[in-house]
């Protein structure tokens, strides 16, 4: 067998969870797989990208247009037609492929190269079919033009939880033989810390020695509008002695998020820690008293999952995929309801003995997920697509 893993994503400046599904599937497939896998693009490529990654073409522009207003920038790809960008990666994607006798592709993400061979996809969530309320309009766009295509190219797709697969299945009508679950995993680097390491990164980025969590971009999807309210309704007594912290970047149709936080939320203890280094995330979850994700909807969790492998309690929204998760650790709060989030904060900064029964069966849930048995679970999804099983005859 021989299989190529399409890494394009890595070479955006800052990654997404994409990203960091495919670094950490890639880097145990080549454990498990070495003889087996090849990855695109090829180094001299992957430089270029990098070198572009915050440019939305990969090909730089004139001198003259480098600062330009917005209105000025390159024109987007007219329906239905792939960007530039793309087709260039397409026609390099095919060749790599001939010259290395690739037989099977897999894309971690849905922007899909046109490709003869049989290939895999893994989705992550539905969220842009199922509400597209929640992303911005090109990028809706682009998925209605590519998205039947991109499916019907595929032999088979991954997800990354049940309820993922399960939505796959019940909307759009993919045979559950096609869709296979393997769990992202936990980076071997978020562990449990001794309490000095963890004492030390907290004074380097200023955070105090109790607060509580949240890991992830600031969007509209995430109900941090609702989370920062609620917070903000608190005695100030407790919110003084115990801040909320957001560790994340401001994300799609952030303005009233943002505007909510400057007006009232910084004044009232409310933290935007902005995009955390990868180093520096293992302290800050031990750090905290928990980790609160209040979310409308997600494919998996995976703040969630790496809390838990720190032992951490967590406190998240009923949303299904958010639960499966947790797999009953912790505890789950209908995002909608205020009261119940006023409450389930208050307990969790000021209940010692609620806190730490939250924590019980925390790292013990956390070994269901590892990125050694999601490429593990990969690669046989690969090897049953390559040497299909015999079919029995009839009797």
């Known amino acids: 067998m021989r299989f190529v893993l399409n890494q394009v994503c890595l070479a955006q400046s800052r990654w997404s969870g994409v990203s960091h599904y495919t670094a950490e599937l890639g880097k145990e497939l080549a454990r498990l797989a070495a003889d087996e896998m090849c990855a695109f693009p090829p180094l001299w490529l992957f430089g270029g990208l990098s070198?572009?990654?915050?440019?939305?073409?990969?090909?730089?522009?004139?001198?003259?247009?480098?600062?330009?207003?917005?209105?000025?920038?390159?024109?987007?790809?007219?329906?239905?037609?792939?960007?530039?960008?793309?087709?260039?990666?397409?026609?390099?994607?095919a060749r790599f492929c001939r010259r290395h006798d690739v037989q099977l592709y897999h894309e971690p993400n849905f922007l899909i190269f046109e490709s003869e061979?049989?290939?895999?996809?893994?989705?992550?969530?539905?969220?842009?079919?199922?509400?597209?309320?929640?992303?911005?309009?090109?990028?809706?766009?682009?998925?209605?033009?590519?998205?039947?295509?991109?499916?019907?190219r595929c032999a088979h797709f991954l997800t990354v939880s049940d309820f993922t697969r399960n939505e796959l299945i019940r909307t759009l009508g993919v045979p559950p033989a096609h869709v296979t679950r393997t769990y992202n995993g936990v980076r071997k680097t978020i562990r449990p810390m001794p309490s000095e390491q963890v004492r030390a990164c907290l004074r380097r980025l200023k955070l105090p020695p109790r607060y509580l969590l949240h890991v992830g971009t600031i969007e509209p999807r995430k109900n941090l509008l609702m989370l920062m309210q609620v917070y903000c309704s608190l005695p100030a007594s407790v919110?003084?002695?115990?801040?909320?912290?957001?560790?994340?970047?401001?994300?799609?149709?952030?303005?009233?998020?943002?505007?909510?936080?400057?007006?009232?939320?910084?004044?009232?203890?409310?933290?935007?820690?902005?995009?955390?280094?990868?180093?520096?995330?293992?302290?800050?979850?031990?750090?905290?008293l928990g980790l609160v994700m209040?979310?409308?909807?997600e494919g998996f969790g995976l703040p969630i999952a790496e809390m838990?492998?720190?032992?951490?309690?967590?406190?998240?929204?009923?949303?299904?995929?958010?639960?499966?998760?947790?797999?009953?650790?912790?505890?789950?709060?209908?995002?909608?309801?205020?009261?119940?989030?006023?409450?389930?904060?208050?307990?969790?900064?000021t209940d010692d003995s609620w806190r730490k029964a939250l924590q019980?069966?925390?790292?013990?849930?956390?070994?269901?997920?590892?990125?050694?048995?999601?490429?593990?679970?990969?690669?046989?999804?690969?090897?049953?697509?390559l040497n299909p099983a015999p079919s029995r005859k009839a009797a």
């Open 51 to 93: 070198a572009f990654g915050q440019v939305r073409e990969w090909l730089p522009r004139r001198a003259s247009a480098v600062s330009a207003a917005p209105s000025t920038a390159p024109e987007p790809a007219p329906p239905g037609r792939p960007s530039l960008k793309h087709r260039f990666l397409e026609r390099c994607f």
């Open 360 to 385: 019980c069966g925390a790292r013990q849930r956390a070994e269901a997920f590892t990125w050694d048995r999601c490429a593990a679970d990969t690669l046989t999804v690969f090897r049953q697509l």
């Open 117 to 152: 061979l049989p290939t895999v996809a893994t989705i992550h969530d539905l969220s842009v079919v199922a509400h597209p309320e929640w992303h911005p309009a090109d990028r809706c766009r682009a998925y209605a033009r590519r998205f039947q295509t991109n499916l019907d």
């Open 308 to 349: 838990l492998a720190c032992g951490g309690a967590v406190v998240a929204s009923t949303a299904a995929a958010l639960a499966e998760v947790l797999g009953g650790v912790g505890c789950t709060v209908e995002p909608c309801d205020r009261d119940a989030w006023r409450a389930s904060l208050l307990r969790l900064m």
């Open 294 to 297: 209040p979310s409308f909807y």
């Open 239 to 288: 919110r003084e002695q115990c801040p909320l912290v957001l560790a994340g970047g401001w994300g799609w149709n952030y303005q009233d998020l943002a505007a909510f936080w400057e007006n009232e939320g910084r004044h009232k203890n409310v933290i935007h820690l902005g995009y955390l280094r990868e180093n520096d995330l293992p302290a800050v979850y031990n750090g905290a």
